[in-house]
C-alpha cells in the first residue's frame, strides 16, 4: 500500500512506481482473465469460497466466485431478493482522500458537492475526463471526517483510476492525501433479512431503524468465538436494488484477510442457511441489471457522459450554476434538451424487455423501419420477471417508454419495447421524505 501527497505536482517516487508494474493491474471486465498476464490475486476470502464449493473465475483481476454448488444462479438470485446472500466484493478498490484540500480536489474531478456533505454519508458520482466530460469510473465516496473522504472504485478500472487520479492530484496542486487501502476486505450483505442478520452480531450500539441508504458508521462485530472485529466501516446500500450493507476491514490499520474470514463466518453462522447464503458474481449480475444499475465498461464508459446515462441526478442545483467540474462545458449544455435551446444528447441509456431470446451486450437496436437506432449493453433473462431484460443506449427521442423496437439477436430480428428502470421496486431503507 502506497500513500501520496500532493502539493503541486506528481511524486517521482509514484511515477517511477507506475512504470516499473509494481502496481497492481486490473483484469478484464466480467469473467475474462488478466490482460495483462500476471497472475491473478487472492481476496481474503479466497480458501473461504474454495472450502465452500465455489466455482472460482477470472473477475477484475482476481479469483472470484461466479457461483456456489448449494445454489444454482436462478436459485442464487431470487434466495437475495427473499432472504439475504452475502457477496464478497474485495476486489473493489478502496481509497482514503484526506487534508484541507480533498474536497475541493473532488469537486474537480467529479460534478458533485462534498464540502457540504453531511458527515458519515455518501452518494454515487463518477470520474470525469476533462474537455469531454466522459466517465472515467462510476464511484461511490462517503465523507467519513471533516477533511476525509472514503471513496470505493471499480477493480477493473484500477490501472486506469491509479493513473488518472495521480495525473489529477498532480495538476491540481493542493494539499491532499491519497491512500489506496490495498489488501483490504469488502462484503455486501444483501436482502430484506439483511438488517435482521446484521443486528445479531453487532457489538456495537446502531439503531438500524434510523440507519438510512446511503449512511455509514464506525462499528464492531461480534465473532463466533465470543471476541469482536477491530472496528469496521459500514455503509448501507449497494448493488441489488434490496435494502442491505457493505462492510469494509481496512487492510491498512488491521490485519483484514483474517478479520474479513472470521467476520463472514460469524455472519453465516448467527443467520443460519435459511435466512443467508453465500452468493457469486452471476447473481449479482442479474440482480445488478433488474435494478437498472450500472456495470463500468459496458454500460459506462470513458466516451459516456452522465447526461447521456441517465445519471444527471448526481449533479446537484450548485454545480450545475457554478460549473468548475472536468467536462462542465460539455455535460452542463447537455442538460437542456435541444427542444428547449441546449445541447442536448443524440443518445440515453434506457431498458428494453425483449421477446424471444435475451439480447447480450453489442445487439443491435433497429427502428421498426431496419435503421439502427442503438446497441445493446448488457442483457439477461430476469429471474424475478421471468423475461428477458437488458440495458442500453438508443437515439435521442426513441428513448420514452413504450417504444417499439427491433433487436438483432443471432442474426434475427426481436421485438422489443423501451421500458423504464429499474425492472424491479427498489427497497433501499430510505429516510421518511
Known sequence: MQSFTRIARASPRVKASLSAGRLSTAGSIRLASSSSGEALKKTPLYDFHVANGAKMVPFAGYHMPVQYSSLSLADSHHFTRKHASLFDVSHMVQHIFKGPAAAAFLEKVTPSSWSSVAPMSGKLTTFLWPGTGGIVDDTIVTRIGED??????????????????????????????????????LVALQGPQSAEILSEVLAT????????????????????????????????GGYTGEDGFEISFNGKLYPAAESTVKAVESLVKAAGPERLQMAGLGARDSLRLEAG??????????????????????????????????????ILPQLTPKSKGGAGVERRRVGFVVQGAPAREGAEIQSKDGDKIGVITSGVPSPTLGKNIAMGYIKDGLHKAGTEVDVVVRGRKRPAVVTKMPFTPAKYWKAPA
Open 148 to 185: 476525509e473522504y472514503y471513496v470505493v472504485t471499480n477493480g477493473a478500472c484500477l490501472d486506469k483510476d491509479t493513473k488518472y487520479i495521480d495525473e489529477e492530484l498532480g495538476k491540481f496542486g493542493g494539499d491532499v492525501q491519497w491512500t489506496r487501502l490495498d489488501g483490504s476486505g
Open 205 to 236: 450500539d446502531v439503531n438500524l431503524k434510523e440507519f438510512y441508504f446511503g449512511n455509514t458508521v464506525q462499528a464492531q462485530l461480534k465473532l463466533a468465538d465470543g471476541s469482536t472485529t477491530h472496528p469496521v466501516l459500514i455503509s448501507r
Open 293 to 330: 444499475m450500472c456495470l463500468y465498461g459496458h454500460d459506462l464508459d470513458d466516451t459516456t457522459t452522465p447526461v447521456e446515462a441517465g445519471l444527471s441526478w448526481i449533479i446537484p442545483p450548485e454545480r450545475r450554476k457554478a460549473g468548475g467540474f472536468h467536462g462542465a462545458e460539455v
